[in-house]
């Protein structure tokens, strides 16, 4: 059954407030949602959702986006101040790392703290 999906997809329960079940979603297809009552259900209502939703975009001749088209690249460029650049730099040296070896670990820190804390 997921081989029929070529498209990454998300599963999440839905709480009693929105009717309860599994629903199914398309990061690379916008709008492409489907739901059902057990996990396999949604998965088998979401292949259909997504042969609808390529039908009707060759129908209106809408771009058809690749498979694994929304998902992160895994790079990351944001323009730093020199004194921060220079700051980290020297902490990098000081610890033996690469500096985006040290910025990943700081952001990865970061994050989880944050995470734990919520």
């Not at 599963?11 to 059902?36: A, M, N």
């Not at 009552?37 to 986006?65: C, H, M, Q, R, Y």
């Not at 700051?87 to 500096?99: D, F, H, P, W």
Request: glycine share 10%; hydrophobic share 35%; net charge negative.
């Amino acid at each position: 059954m997921y081989d029929q999906l070529k498209y990454p997809f998300e599963v999440r329960p839905l709480s009693e407030e929105e009717g309860g079940g599994y629903l199914i979603s398309f990061p690379d297809l916008p709008g492409c949602i489907s739901d059902g009552e057990t996990i396999e259900d949604a998965i088998i209502n979401g292949i259909d959702a997504v042969n609808s939703w390529i039908e009707t975009a060759k129908e209106f001749k809408d771009l058809i986006p690749g498979t694994g088209s929304s998902q992160a690249s895994g790079r990351f460029i944001q323009p730093i101040p020199k004194s921060l650049h220079a700051r980290l730099a020297a902490r990098a040296k000081q610890e033996g790392v690469s500096m985006n070896a040290l910025v990943t670990a700081i952001i990865a820190e970061t994050l989880g703290k944050r995470e734990t804390h919520q």
